[in-house]
């Protein structure tokens, strides 16, 4: 600090000249500092906007990906309400296709019990004779030797057999289908 008492009391120029270098040196040096301190706040504040940038960059990315997260669990949500109710459609259509198959095995079972009820025998023989014709092609081959063996307009026909071959054909055919 300087005392400008002393300052105004000196009597010789060269204190005079070394008071003002000193006071001309102190300015430039608060001046420097003052520079400094200017650079150093405005640096302080250029990081806090590059901060604040970041930050809120960071803050939006989150909101977003929150959104997104948001967005694939309702999406996931929706798939699994459609595979729940195609499970769903599933098991009534299994229940469904298996009382109509077992209505189907009560009618086809009680039509095959009437037939072989009828004539045992031949029914019995009918079945052996198309034993092996396990597709549509092979049944209808078959069916087709049997009655060319057996019409009753050859010499070993039998009408009763040619009917129950006719029987058993038509049966094994609506089966199939």
């Not at 549509?136 to 050859?154: E, G, M, S, T, W």
């Amino acid at each position: 600090m300087i005392d400008w008492e002393e300052v105004r009391g000196a009597e010789d120029i060269d204190e005079l000249r070394e008071a003002k270098l000193w006071l001309f040196q102190e300015n430039i040096r608060l001046e420097n500092v003052r520079r400094e301190l200017v650079a150093s706040q405005e640096r302080f504040n250029r990081e806090k906007a590059k901060e604040r940038k970041e930050l809120d960059e960071l803050t939006r990315r989150a909101a977003q990906e929150r959104k997104r997260l948001r967005e694939e669990n309702l999406f996931f949500e929706k798939k699994l309400a459609i595979l729940q109710d195609g499970f769903r459609q599933l098991d009534e259509d299994r229940r469904t296709l298996e009382r109509q198959r077992k209505a189907l095995e009560e009618r086809t079972s009680r039509a095959e019990r009437e037939e072989y009820a009828a004539n045992p025998q031949i029914e019995d023989s009918v079945r052996l004779l198309f034993r092996g014709a396990n597709n549509p092609l092979a049944l209808r081959k078959r069916y087709r030797d049997l009655v060319k063996i057996f019409h009753p307009d050859n010499m070993f026909g039998d009408e009763e057999l040619a009917q129950s071959i006719n029987r058993e054909y038509l049966r094994r055919k609506n089966r199939e289908e």
